[in-house]
């Protein structure tokens, strides 16, 4: 019962965090910028508060019931914990975002750039941080051919990747102080070059280890 708690407090915080706000937001809530930074979209203040507690709602589920699927053949028990983490930071990413978003959506000089990094660079420290404690599996990781066949190889990759991607999350929060729009592609870019890296590096392990195995 009590690995409820943490997602139920974030969702009653953020339906908290709506009910005081509402009688300041404006009927159009900024929903999409353009590349340069400008509001191209909105959504009605109905819509955006059923987006924001739904996404929460939403990978609350999921998570209850990726429990109950076995979508990865009988390994999910080693690496339940660190999924369960996941999924905590997920949401308390997802619950930031939203705290941004009604800051200002009420007034307050919150630009959406900043908040866009504020998800890539948490979302990518949250995985990096418990990459490395994963399994070999079908659902959650550098999941490549070689290293879904040798342990050996997944567990250095993601403890390389572990790394990686930490570091990358705090050179997006960096990112953010850039002007618009140079700082989102810029984010994401490094998001990307944060998973692609132990990608590549992933095979490098893999060559290296079948070849001293094959030299054995």
Known sequence: MRKHIVPWLLILTIAMGWYIAWPHLPEQIPRHYNIEGEV????????????SMGSM?????VWIFIRRIDLTKGE???FAKALSKVNYMILITIFGSNILGILHSVGYDVKGSVMVNFALGTLSI?????MQQTKP????????????????????????ASKTMVIAGFFVYAAA?????????????????????PTVKSYSIY??????EGKS
């Open 207 to 212: 060559k290296r280890k079948t070849g001293l």
């Open 137 to 160: 599996n079908y659902l959650i990781g550098i999941r490549t051919s070689w290293t879904l066949e040798n342990a050996e190889v997944w567990r250095k990759t993601h403890r390389f």
């Open 57 to 61: 709602i939403f990978f609350y589920i």
């Open 76 to 78: 999910y028990k080693y």
């Open 126 to 130: 949250i995985l990096g941080n418990y």
């Open 40 to 51: 191209d979209g909105y959504f009605s203040k109905v819509s955006a508060m059923s987006l």
């Open 177 to 197: 102080l850039l002007k618009d729009p140079i700082n989102i592609f810029i984010g994401m870019g490094i998001v990307l070059l944060g998973a692609i890296i």
